[in-house]
Nanobody, 126 residues
Framework: VQLVESGGGLVQAGGSLNLSCQAS????????MGWYRQAPGKERELVAT??????????DSVKGRFSISGGGTRESVSRVSLHMNDLKPEDTAVYYC??????????????????WGQGTQVTVSS
């Protein structure tokens, strides 16, 4: 699986930005896609994820400001977008696209992997 991100950049506080991520490869086994972020000196943290049938999870810090959307099949996700509104300086970070891939063979063996994009910088000035 390969993840290609686009979007990001520099914006003033209160502004908006959109991020997009397109997966390629074995996308039918991607069960969850979403976004994490990592600010300087901090650990990587969840921003938002989505699963098939429009199941979405948001970090408390972005609820009401960020919205995740995407598409794929009924059982998989192959693309996601993150719509970020009312951005704050504390949203400044490198944002990483994430995909959780899992597969179970007919013999019962299961496989799972976490895939990451290359990261895209989001900078919010005060």
């Amino acid at each position: 699986v390969q993840l290609v991100e686009s979007g990001g950049g520099l914006v003033q506080a209160g502004g908006s930005l959109n991020l997009s991520c397109q997966a390629s490869g074995s996308t039918l086994s991607i069960n969850v896609m979403g976004w994490y972020r990592q600010a300087p000196g901090k650990e990587r943290e969840l921003v938002a994820t989505m699963a098939p049938r429009d199941k979405k999870v948001y970090a408390d810090s972005v609820k009401g400001r960020f919205s995740i959307s995407g598409g794929g099949t009924r059982e998989s996700v192959s693309r996601v977008s993150l719509h970020m509104n009312d951005l704050k300086p504390e949203d400044t970070a490198v944002y990483y696209c994430y995909a959780y891939w899992s597969y179970e063979s007919s013999g019962g063996a299961s496989y799972e992997y976490d895939y990451w994009g290359q990261g895209t910088q989001v900078t919010v000035s005060s």
